[in-house]
């Protein structure tokens, strides 16, 4: 079992940075790809951005691409999502999720993107951007 807990939002005016964090407790994050979601109200759960085991790759979705980043630290056993130039459509909870233990570390942008690939979820963290 992996537990997830994430930390790091809170309310920010239109342009401004927050930066996620998820740290992971359970198991050595490092077997597993790690994603970050977002749910608005009264909308579905969306993809913002993954990376594999190792830290090589990432996938972002079209909305935050050049706006956010995701980084790990394995020996930390953390997960970081940074966001920029946020925007008032940004606001939402911000989940953090695990798939896995992978014992290999493939990429696949299809599943990175996708809710049902990962295995455990965090509580979630508000994130609110006033215009």
């Known amino acids: 079992q992996v537990q997830l807990v994430e930390s790091g939002g809170g309310s920010v005016q239109a342009g401004g940075s927050l930066r996620l964090s998820c740290e992971a407790s359970g198991r050595t994050l490092s077997q597993y790809r790690m994603g970050w979601f977002r749910q608005a109200p009264g909308k579905e759960r969306e993809f913002v951005a993954a990376?594999?085991?190792?830290?090589?790759?990432?996938g972002f979705a079209d909305s935050v691409k050049d706006r956010f980043t995701i980084s790990r630290d394995n020996a930390k056993n953390t997960v970081y999502l940074q966001m920029n130039s946020l925007r008032p459509e940004d606001t939402a909870v911000y989940y953090c999720a695990a798939e896995g233990p992978l014992y290999i570390d493939y990429w696949s942008p299809q599943k990175a993107q996708t809710v049902e690939e990962y295995d455990y979820w965090g509580q979630g963290t508000q994130v609110t951007v006033s215009s």
């Open positions: 990376i594999n085991t190792s830290g090589t790759r990432t």
